[in-house]
Every structure is written in C-alpha cells, then in structure tokens.
C-alpha cells in the first residue's frame, strides 16, 4: 500500500523511462507506443475529469476526440495542398504549426462539448449515458456522409506537422513534446480538482440535492466542467492524428468512446493518474495479446470483466490506501 | 417524386420502425424492472442473426432458423443473465456500462473467430419472396410487409403479456417495488432471468428478420443499439408505448429524411451539391429529432419523470 503521490510519480516515471530504454536499444516502435500511450492517457485524464470528479458518464468523447482529430487533418489537408480553407469572407489558410490545430482543436472541440453537453445535462443517469452515446454516433454518420475530407476512407498527412525547435519525425523528440503535453495537462487538471470549481464538482457528484441546497449552480459547474474535459479530449485527437498522420470517421466512433472509458476503469476511476496508468496498460494489452492471437479483444474483455466486477479501483485503486467515492 | 414511391418508403419507414421497436422493447423492459442499461443488448440482435443464417443453411428452412434465432437468444441472454448481469443489479450505471461493454468485446471476437469476418446471407423464404399489389396498385416486397406485420404482432403480444397475465402483473410490480413483490413470494430473480431473456428473444428475431434484407456480420448490433438508445430517449424510459411511439418516429424521420432531403435541396441547389448536403444532413436528421426532444420534454414523450 503506497500513498497515491508516490504511485503516480511511479506510472509518470515508467512511462518516461520506457521509451528511453527503447531509444538506447534503437527501438522506435516501442518509442512509438509509449508515444500512444502518453497521447491516448490525455484522452483519458479528459474524460475522468467528467466521469470521475464529476460523475458524468459520458460515452460519447470519441466526439471531442474526433473533432480534434478532424481540426488536425482539415488543417494540414489545406495546407499540405496550398489551398485555403474558405475565401470569403476572409482568408483562412491551411497550416502545418502544431500550436495553431492545438488551439483550433480545443475551441473546436469545447464548442462542440457546449452544444452536447447543454442539451446532455438536461437528463441524467441513464438517458445521460444514451444521449452522449447518440450524439457521438451523430458526428461519425456526418464524418462518413461528408464527402470534402475523404468521407469513410479519411484523411492522410504526409507530413508530421511542426513545432518550434523540434524535429517532430524523431520518435524520441515526438514523444517528449506528447509527453510534456500530458505532464501540464496533469498538472492543470490537478489545480482544478483541489480549486472550489473541482471541490464543488465533485461534491454536486455526491450529493446533488446539498450541493444545490448551498446555492451552487449544478447545471453550469458540470457543463463547464464537460467543456473542459471534452477540449482536453480534443487535444488530444489532435496528437493522436499527428501520431498516426491520419485521420478517419475511426476516431468517432462508439469503440473508441468505449476505449477511453477502458483506460478510466483500468487504471482507476477519479485518480489523477488512473487514466494514465490504464492507457498504458491497454497498449500493453494490445501490443501482448494482440501479438498472441487475432481475437484478443475476447482477452481485453474478459480482463475488463475481472476489473469491474471484482477489483474496483483498477490498478491505482488496488496499490493505493486513499479511498475515492466511485462515479454513480 | 411519385406518391407511389412516398408510399413505398413510407412503409420502408415502418419497417425499420418496427424493428427498432422490438430492439427497444427488450431494452426498456430490462431498465424498467431491472433498472440496468444493457449494452450487450446488439450482441443479441447478432446472435440472433447468425443463428438465423445458420439454422436456415443447415436445415434449408428459413421458420427453423427463425427458431433457432428466437432459442438461441434467450439462451445465451438468460445465460449472461445468470452469470454476469445479476451481479450488475445493485452496481451503478458505469459498472453496468463497463461490464456490458467487456460483453460486446467478448461476444464480437468470439463470433468472428466461430464464423469468419466474411457476412453470411440469408436468403428470404420462398413463400414471401416476390411483391404483393397493395390498394392503389402499389407494389410491395412481401418480407418486408411480413416483417410489419410481425412486429405490430409482437407489440400486441408484449402489450396484452403486459396488461392481462400474471407474469405482466409481476414484471408491473417488480418496476414499482422490488423488495415487496420479493417479501409477498414471488421469486425475484427468475423473474428478472425470464425478463432478460425475453427482451433477448426479441433483440434476437430483430436481428434474425432483418438478416435477410441486410448481411450478417459481425458488428452489425451495435448501430441498431444505439438507434434504439435514441428511441427510447424520445419515447421514455421503461414505457413500451414510449418505445412503440419512438420506434416509428425515428423509422420514418430517418427512411424519409434519406428520400426527401436530397429532393428537397436540389429544389434550390446544384443537384450533386444537394445530394452532398442532403444525404449529409439525413444522417444526423433522428439525432437532431432527439435533440428537440430533450429540449422540450427531458424525459421524453411518454417519460414520467
């Protein structure tokens, strides 16, 4: 039993440490999956912002992830064909500057959590989890059915976009920038957490009633607070194409909304690094079983299974003493 | 466009209505009495639709692979059921997600290691191939007529099962108050096994009637899940009315909203344009239905809140 302080440090520092291995034995795919974990753990840490502080259980984040997959590709499409996107009434131009889709990606992707989560919250429970599962399902049909960006088949960047001072085609170099991203978005989501915002979340997630009984606004906070998660989800759609330099309805879609919910339940729900150490584990997973047998999402849910309905607190919640109240 | 083919997709429209309505039954039944939201609901449409393709090339009778279908539904729902689901009842909404989730993942993998990634077809009985002249001269596929009329059985059956029989008075009960009806004898967790396998036989003759229009795939579940999700968002949780209501709207926004939008644009676009934008905004048109929905009445059509 460890103090969760210290367990964090450990997944942030093997997770640091792997691809520095790898770099020393000249493994570049191995950088290359440390590389998608620390980018999927983003995704991640987004969503638990929502379903672990703030008992939000959403499963429809592919969407945010998506747009902000979608923000990268449009983006460097144009760019990358020395077309601007619109004429009139401005210019926009295409861009390759990773800081610019970065920032287009979390205003496109918090836009699109606004109008989702406005009408979401209207509900809860249930209906919560089937409406943000409906709306999700709604931007992969309009992925698919809109011709411009490659409809079905999507997008391909030939190019990794570029961020000052680094030579971003380096597998090492990549993931340091993708891990740093994490690091601050940690950090940031940590700040948020302990502030009267995140202590006032997490409270209207205990108990509603008392929470609106001492005047807080309950619909705005966790609209606010579904904004926020859904952006950080955004961001990191945006890596995640850059990782792969490609762009697909894929990244709408019900599974991947699933996937990041997996990464949560793996790695511990409403713990700091729980999304992070269950990205991870689920590269792992993939990489291990994958490599073992054509079928091995029947292993993943098997695993699944054993985690939900025996072993609670996923892999931080078993090496941590620090009890948290489960999402309901 | 021709009031002949308005009809035509009209009905189109209440076929695909019907089958969401059988999906969505099983779905609110389950949330209703057991209060547990069930993912792994399209696992048993496919299950259903493999059984059917399997049973019917196997025995070359389309009815024994309905049966088979309708058998082997329940069976792997009541089988879920006794092993994983009833642990889910006193979990919050997450676990009961999660757990369902690990289901699909489990159920997916292990039909395409039994059957291949390659569709299966099921061809359509000999008796209802062909059309039928409806009134007014309007010709009509004959399964695809069988199928609604099926279904509105079905909603009968389930609606009469509901209101007039002991079993429907304890499913009416076990929404209202499950520890009493529990403390006044009746076995409770029979009657949630016979509930969940119900609302199984039913995702499974769905997924059986339409395998015969569509291919038999694996993943084939999982949109027709999450299009009953938005049925009964609109029609109401746990109300089968609700569902039956939903069910049609959403058959007919989206069957006609396919047909119509693409018209209705080239009325004022260039026609390769209004395609584009048409068919780009019929895919969202039942989502955006839904949205409405939520605005005006949160928990839906027939909800009590």
């Not at chain 2, 292990?110 to 409806?134: C, E, K, N, Q, Y």
Request: charged share 10%.
């Amino acid at each position: 039993m460890l103090p969760e302080r210290m367990i964090n440090l450990l997944i942030l520092g093997l997770l640091l440490a792997v691809p520095l291995v790898a770099l020393a034995m000249d493994e570049p795919f191995i950088i290359t999956l440390a590389t998608k974990a620390a980018v999927l753990a983003v995704a991640g840490v987004g969503l638990n912002l929502a379903l672990g502080q703030g008992g939000l259980v959403s499963f429809g984040h592919a969407a945010y992830f998506g747009v902000g997959g979608y923000a990268m590709g449009i983006l460097a499409s144009h760019a990358q064909s020395y077309t601007p996107l619109m004429e009139a009434p401005f210019l926009i131009e295409g861009t390759k500057s990773m800081l610019v889709i970065w920032l287009v990606a979390i205003v496109a992707s918090a836009l699109v959590a606004l109008l989702v989560g406005a009408l979401s919250l209207r509900t809860s429970g249930v209906y919560f989890i089937m409406v943000t599962l409906a709306f999700g399902q709604m931007l992969y049909y309009f992925a698919i059915s809109w011709p411009a960006y490659g409809g079905e088949d999507g997008l391909s960047i030939y190019v990794r976009n570029g961020f000052p001072g680094l030579n971003t085609l380096d597998p090492i170099q990549f993931f340091g920038l993708c891990f740093a991203v994490l690091l601050i978005v940690l950090f940031a989501v940590n700040l948020l957490n302990k502030s009267p915002f995140g202590l006032a979340l997490n409270g209207a997630h205990q108990n509603e009633e008392r929470a609106r009984t001492v005047g807080i606004n309950v619909y705005r906070l966790r609209l606010t607070a579904f904004v926020i998660s859904g952006a950080i989800t955004g961001l990191a759609g945006a890596l995640f194409a850059d990782l792969n330099r490609f762009v697909s309805p894929t990244m709408f879609s019900w599974q991947t909304s699933g996937e990041i919910m997996v990464f949560i339940i793996l790695g511990g729900v409403a713990r700091l690094c729980g999304p992070v150490a269950g990205a991870a584990v689920y590269i792992l997973l993939e990489h291990v079983l994958g490599g073992l047998s054509e079928y091995w999402h029947i292993y993943l849910g098997a695993i699944l299974l054993f985690v939900v309905l025996f072993a609670k607190g996923g892999l931080v919640g078993g090496l941590s003493r620090r009890e948290v109240r489960h999402a309901g | 466009m021709s009031i002949i083919l308005l009809i035509e997709q009209i009905l189109n429209g209440l076929q695909f209505g019907v089958m969401l309505f059988l999906m969505a039954a099983g779905l609110t039944l389950i949330f209703g009495v057991m209060g547990l939201i069930n993912l792994a609901h399209g696992s048993l449409y496919m299950i259903g639709a493999f059984a059917a393709a399997a049973g019917a090339a196997a025995t070359g009778s389309f009815v024994l692979g309905l049966i088979a279908a309708l058998t082997s539904a329940a069976l792997f729902g009541a089988l879920i059921e006794l092993t994983v689901i009833r642990r889910l009842y006193a979990r919050d909404h997450l676990d009961q997600v999660l757990a369902t989730f690990a289901l699909i993942l489990i159920f997916s993998e292990a039909t395409r290691w039994v059957f291949g990634s390659f569709p299966l077809f099921l061809d359509t009985p000999a008796f209802l191939s062909g059309t039928v002249t409806l009134p007014g001269g309007i010709l009509y596929s004959k399964y695809r007529l069988a199928i609604i009329l099926i279904g509105l059985a079905v909603a009968v059956g389930l609606f009469l099962l509901i209101s007039r029989t002991r079993v429907g008075m304890r499913i009416r009960a076990g929404e209202n108050d499950r520890e009493m009806i529990g403390a006044l004898g009746v076995d409770i967790s029979v009657l949630y096994t016979m509930v969940f396998a119900l609302g199984a036989a039913l995702a499974g003759l769905s997924g059986a009637l339409v395998g015969a229009i569509q291919s038999v795939e694996v993943g084939m579940g999982e949109p027709v899940l999450i299009l009953a999700f938005v049925v009964i968002v609109i029609g109401g949780i746990g109300s089968i009315k609700g569902a039956l209501a939903g069910a049609i709207l959403v058959g007919l926004t989206d069957t006609l909203g396919r047909t119509l939008l693409p018209v209705l644009f080239a009325s004022f676009m260039d026609p390769s344009a209004a395609t584009t934008v048409g068919s780009a905004l019929a895919s969202m048109l039942i989502y955006i239905l839904m949205a409405g929905v939520l605005l005006f009445k949160p928990t839906g059509l027939f909800g009590s809140a």
